[in-house]
Antibody, heavy 121, light 109 residues
């Protein structure tokens, strides 16, 4: 059974960089799939942030692309999110997720539990 | 890219049917048969209900169904039950990115 778990600071100061890690168990990242980050501001809808392939190739939400970096560490079976120059608008529950098929992020059937990141001084 | 358009809220009585629409463009909903739907109860993780427009994952009741016409996808829930009350989000693959709808709150009266 594939399991994903987000980890990282729950509080980040404005203008700093948000950093989160997703640890995958039950499946080797090296075996394939695009690994995704999705976020949800309190009381609002879901927003796709981006994805990374095990090879390191990435896709990003055009609206966040200038501030986002997603990377993968196959030796630790983890992938990570960095979001720079954060503001209060980046306060959200951040989820990591795996799609149902290996070739593309067409739907998401495995999700982490989510981690709330608050941007505040 | 813009978020897919969903009604803010829909409602129905137990046993009735409701349909939630999801309107995009030819670059997302209309361009691919990769629309998915997620159910989210308060404080919970989104749950996949429909994928590839109309396919149901194992364990999802048959009263949940999906369809698409042009740039608009729909989720229909028949035989409404109290536990169906939740937020529903549509999602579409769009080639180099993924886009979600703004969400619809379903109230079971």
């Amino acid at each position: 059974q594939v399991q994903l778990q987000e980890s990282g600071p729950g509080l980040v100061k404005p203008s700093e960089t948000l950093s989160l890690t997703c640890t995958v168990s039950g499946y080797s990242i090296s075996s394939g799939y695009y690994w995704n980050w999705i976020r949800q501001p309190p009381g609002k809808g879901l927003e796709w942030i981006g994805s990374v392939y095990h090879s390191g190739s990435t896709y990003y939400n055009p609206s966040l692309k200038s501030r986002v970096t997603i990377s993968v560490d196959t030796s630790k079976n983890q992938f990570s999110l960095k979001l720079s120059s954060v503001t209060a608008a980046d306060t959200a529950v951040y989820y990591c997720a795996r799609p149902g098929i290996a070739a593309a992020s067409t739907y998401f059937d495995y999700w982490g539990q989510g981690t709330l990141v608050t941007v505040s001084s | 890219q813009s978020a897919l358009t969903q009604p803010r809220s829909v409602s129905g009585s137990p046993g009735q049917s409701v349909t939630i629409s999801c309107t995009g463009t030819s670059s997302d909903v209309g361009g691919y048969n990769y629309v998915s739907w997620y159910q989210q109860h308060p404080g919970k993780v989104p749950k996949l209900m429909i994928y590839d427009v109309s396919k149901r994952p194992s364990g999802v009741p048959v009263r949940f169904s999906g369809s698409k016409s042009g740039n608009t996808a729909s989720l229909t829930i028949s035989g409404l039950q109290a536990e169906d009350e939740a937020d529903y989000y549509c999602c579409s693959y769009a080639g180099s990115y993924v886009v979600f709808g703004g969400g619809t709150k379903l109230t079971v009266l």
